[in-house]
């Protein structure tokens, strides 16, 4: 069909003059037309033969919509000059078609657009549910048609299921459609109005540019409106958001909480929803599979099936557990009932039998949270010494055994693989207990709070499971179910009790066992409530997902009232991470920075994970201070040790400040012989610069753009990072820059075979510019490796032709190892190795301490003896007891756990993946790096820096709990450098992540 025609037909019915472009649709012909005055409309001629009330529906519809909520991005209707809203005009063959015109929206389709974060998705709901409240009252002989998309005559699916091959998913659909007609009573009970009824993700615009907010601009195509439960819209809309969604389940709670907050749904509403959205799915396929037999050439059909068919294959959670998140999210009770059995333990608390015969109301609380405790060492796994030491310190405080254990707080100590939901050590996890403890002596008798009926009675023998275990179902006076669950028993009771029996209030019914039958714990009840039994059965989770406390607070509440206490006593409050937030922009000075556009709060850590406040794992690819792992247990004791006995200075002897020395000085060259203990990086490259006075008389520095060597106001002078950034103090005239030798994007490419030399070259101009402005020549520094710069790795040579020329100049040269020495690059221990330079001065800092401030200078006799002509050098805290314990520490735990062949192994693999995602991913410019040492530099397609994409990357692998950097002048390169144990398992979830994200900003 000509667009020329159409254009023409525009201009004069219209009066607009516009370029067209043709648009997918499956029988109507669209046109995007862009007007001269830069206004952009929709022309819609529709299917000759089309109905005109088939339009008319729409152009009601979204009139009324546009009177009574004008705000809503939907389109509007532009009538034509004669004043009529649709017109019959011929096409190019002749043909009559209806013609409309609507105003264009922004935007990209849903479908398209990354990430679907839960604000967008709540946002559709917020929107779907503006429109159906719009349309309340608006109806049309149009809505009363009969046809297939019409989800309350989903049935004709039933008789068409046959279509599908494969019997497993053609048994599927039948259930789907089993469970559809015994809700269709129920369906039948709601009010139809009228619905837009085709909220799918290519009918769903979202503006705002990668990395931007980005926020719904229209939903579109009125065409599949019909009259229908709200409810249906919602399940319509409900089937497009879950699909290939990493959280279905949370796209599928944002939308209705989105929703709800604009159109307020009911429980017997929400209880549709999942089993419609499954229905929706099922006529989408069953539809595309009769489809693909009347079209066996047109492979679309069965590849746009695909993600259906990916969803309901998956096993899915349980309907009920799904209907009480949608309720609970919507502030309606969790199950018929749930508010009156509430109140019933509100009400009566104060008189239920106490569980152990005695007021619990004294006994102290324990945290085993993870910002409270350190239990487990290693939350990744629990031994069975430490699990039957829980909460030692609790008990016993006063020679008592008794102490209670919060509900609802996020611990470390599940550790076991069922506690994990996803492939790796950093995936979701279930931290948040759901329950009170009351840790007790062994043997300690139960008694029933209140009457009941034993449910379950199991033992449960796997380590740290319950061992014995009983759940009683309750009735309140107004026969609501509820039920409690008693975890960590003497299994004695699986001999004595079963299901049915009753149990009377007060009655003891049961006993804690010791560690060697409750699971391996320390003796204690697990108390929990819930007050249903749908969906979890005999299983509860004892634990959740501290994402999906909404349905699992209100499900399991704090079962306090139970216990007679006050539900303050045993609810936990972790520190809330917006009022650290509040509280640091209140101390602190603004130009202290924080990574991440949402903040992250980490409070414990273990080798290369970290943890936040509700115990999520982080995998930590990105902070190379923790260099041997996080808390690691030699580093621990070392301290704790030398703490324990004195911490002084340099003024007087100590064995294990010449033993730091000769570590050190065993992995250096030779003629480095002399060490210098200060307390970071910034104050050894300040003695770096006073050292290469001393030894030279001179003052005039040379130094590569954009390095970082420290904070303080000597060395900003050599930062070119700081002192030629906005606000930053500009250059000495004693300090020249030459360009960093980075031979992807600088003068002097990889495929220039003498790029070192030539990058070096560039320094006799800079010692020439120094000695015009009367400067001789004290040296040179860098980093050997440029971090900040990019993730730089300078030609072979390049530093070996510099100092050349340096010395040459009468100059020191000053290598500063504070991002790549002590084994992260793999192949060499230091940097200057791969260079193959010597320097006269080695500055490290940052992994040397692990942590501990720590800093550390190396260099010649000669250069030493020329600094101690002048006054006394001094440093309080560097080269204290405890500091070159630490130091020695984790030089000897990089030997003895062979890190540094480990980062050598493992950047291998890590650089390899990276290769392949640069071979696939356009945006990836340029892979490079060295052991652990690695950058990736993020380009747009003509190739300049691609911020935006490098700060969506940045977070996005932060969504996906990876932790990494970015770095570079324009900040483009992702600076990616874990501690050293990082294992093969996390590289993989570093590649596949990263995956996964560059094929969403590839996705157009
Ligand atoms: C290469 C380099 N040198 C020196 C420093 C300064 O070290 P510190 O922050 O310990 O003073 C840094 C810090 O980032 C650095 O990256």
């Not at 699909?243 to 599928?252: F, T």
């Not at 930590?620 to 070392?638: L, T």
């Not at 103090?729 to 992807?744: F, I, K, M, N, R």
């Not at 747009?940 to 940045?954: Q, R």
Request: overall charge negative.
């Amino acid at each position: 069909m000509s667009t020329a025609h159409w254009a023409k037909a525009l201009l004069d019915t219209w009066g607009i003059k516009a370029a067209l472009t043709r648009l997918d649709g499956e029988y109507d012909l669209n046109f995007l037309a862009q007007a001269e005055d830069g206004q952009i409309y929709v022309l819609k001629a529709m299917r000759p033969g089309c109905d005109y009330d088939l339009v008319d529906v729409q152009i009601g519809a979204l009139a009324q919509i546009a009177r009574s909520a004008p705000d809503l991005p939907l389109p509007r209707v532009i009538p034509a000059q004669n004043g009529a809203s649709c017109l019959s005009l011929a096409d190019d063959a002749g043909n009559e078609r209806l013609v409309w015109l609507q105003t264009g929206l922004p935007g990209r389709c849903y479908a398209k657009s990354h990430p679907k974060t839960t604000a967008l998705v709540t946002e559709v709901g917020a929107v779907l549910a503006g429109v159906t409240r719009a349309l309340k009252d608006f109806d049309h002989p149009a809505l009363h048609r009969d046809f297939k998309w019409d989800l309350m005559a989903a049935d004709w699916v039933a008789a068409e299921s046959g279509c599908i091959s494969d019997p497993a998913r053609r048994q599927l659909v039948d259930d789907i459609c089993t469970d559809f007609a015994r809700l269709k009573p129920r369906l039948e009970t709601l009010p139809r109005q009228a619905i837009h009824n085709d909220a799918n993700d290519y009918n769903i615009l979202v503006a705002g540019e990668l990395g931007a907010p980005q926020h719904i601009s229209g939903l579109i195509d009125f065409g599949d409106m019909c009259a229908a439960p709200r409810i249906c819209d919602l399940a319509i809309a409900a089937a497009y958001m879950v699909l290939d969604h990493p959280k279905p389940q949370q796209a599928l709670t944002s939308l209705v909480e989105g929703y709800h907050a604009v159109n307020p749904l009911t429980a017997a509403e929400l209880d549709l929803l999942w089993p419609l959205l499954r229905m929706r799915l099922a006529v989408s396929v069953v539809n595309s599979t009769l489809m693909a037999a009347d079209n066996p050439d047109d492979p679309y059909v069965t590849i746009s099936q695909a993600p259906a068919w990916r969803f309901l294959d998956k096993p899915a959670e349980h309907p009920a557990l799904i209907a009480g998140r949608l309720r609970a999210t919507c502030g309606l009770p969790v199950v018929d009932g749930a508010d009156r059995v509430l109140a019933y333990l509100e009400k009566h608390s104060g008189s239920f039998a106490p569980i152990m015969n005695r007021d619990l109301s004294d006994v102290p609380m324990g945290s085993l949270s993870v910002e409270n405790s350190t239990w487990p060492q290693n939350p990744f796994d629990m031994p069975l010494e430490e699990a039957a030491q829980v909460g030692a310190e609790f008990a016993g405080k006063d020679g008592s055994e008794w102490w209670l254990g919060y509900y609802n707080e996020p611990r470390l100590i599940y550790t076991a693989p069922a506690f994990r939901k996803g492939a790796y050590k950093a995936s979701d996890r279930r931290t948040v207990h759901l329950a009170v403890d009351v840790f007790a002596p062994a043997g300690q008798a139960l008694h029933a709070p209140l009457d009941g009926e034993v449910l379950i009675v199991e033992d449960r023998a796997n380590h740290l499971d319950y061992g014995g275990v009983i759940i009683l179902k309750h009735l309140t006076d107004d026969g609501d179910p509820f039920y409690t669950l008693y975890g960590h028993l003497d299994p004695e009771c699986v001999t004595r009790l079963t299901p049915g029996d009753k149990i009377a209030r007060g009655q003891a019914f049961c006993q804690l066992g010791n560690a060697y039958q409750n699971g391996g714990w320390a003796p204690h009840v697990h108390f929990q409530i819930a007050l249903s039994t749908d969906g979890i059965e005999a299983d509860w989770p004892g634990v959740a997902d501290p994402d999906d406390l909404v349905l699992w607070n209100a499900l399991c509440p704090n079962p306090a009232p139970l216990l007679n206490l006050p539900a303050e006593k045993t609810g936990y409050q972790p520190t809330d991470k917006t009022t650290v937030l509040a509280a640091r922009k209140a101390h602190f000075g603004g130009n202290l920075s924080l990574t991440y556009q949402d903040p992250v709060m980490l409070l414990r850590g273990w080798k290369h994970h970290l943890f936040d406040e509700w115990g999520r794992p982080y995998l930590d690819a990105y902070n190379n201070v923790p260099h041997v792992g996080h808390a690691h247990p030699r580093i621990q004791a070392v301290a704790a040790d030398q703490l324990k006995r004195m911490n002084s200075n340099t003024r007087y002897l100590h064995p294990a400040q010449t033993a730091f020395a000769e570590k050190i000085l065993s992995k250096m060259p030779e003629h480095l012989e002399v060490c210098f203990f200060v307390n970071s990086g910034t104050e050894a490259n300040e003695l770096a610069l006073r050292l290469a006075r001393a030894h030279t008389g001179a003052k005039g520095m040379v130094t590569p753009d954009h390095g970082y060597h420290g904070n303080t106001t000597g060395v900003i002078d050599v930062s070119a990072y700081k002192f030629n950034a906005k606000g930053g103090v500009g250059p000495s005239d004693w300090v020249e820059l030459v360009e960093v030798a980075d031979d992807y994007r600088g003068s002097f490419g990889r495929d220039d075979p003498e790029r070192a030399q030539n990058y070096a070259n560039l320094v006799d101009d800079a010692i020439a510019k120094l000695r015009q402005a009367g400067h001789a020549i004290a040296g040179f520094i860098a980093e050997t490796f440029p971090s900040v710069g990019g993730q730089i790795i300078p030609p072979k040579g390049y530093l070996a032709a510099v100092y050349e020329k340096i010395r040459k100049a009468g100059g020191v040269c000053i290598a500063d190892e504070v991002q790549t020495g002590l084994g992260r690059l793999g192949d060499y221990y230091f940097g200057f190795e791969h260079q193959e330079a010597s320097p006269d001065i080695v500055v490290m800092g940052k992994p040397i301490g692990n942590g501990h401030p720590l800093g550390v200078l190396v260099t010649t006799r000669d250069i030493a003896e020329s600094f101690a002509q002048g006054p006394e050098f001094f440093s309080t805290f560097g080269g204290s007891n405890l500091s070159c314990r630490i130091g020695t520490e984790v030089l000897n735990i990089v030997d003895d756990e062979g890190l540094q062949e480990n980062a050598r192994l493992r950047g291998s693999e890590l650089l390899s993946g990276l290769k392949d995602l640069h071979g696939r991913y356009p945006s990836i410019g340029d892979v490079r790096g060295m052991g652990l040492f690695i950058g990736v530099e993020l380009i747009n397609p003509d190739g300049s820096e691609a911020t935006a994409i490098c700060s969506y990357l940045k977070n996005r692998m932060r969504d996906h709990r990876i932790l990494i950097g970015s770095e570079g002048p324009k900040d483009n390169i992702l600076k990616i450098r874990p501690p050293l144990t990082i294992d093969a398992e996390d590289i993989q979830m570093i590649l596949e992540t990263m995956d996964s994200i560059l094929a969403e900003v590839h996705c157009d």
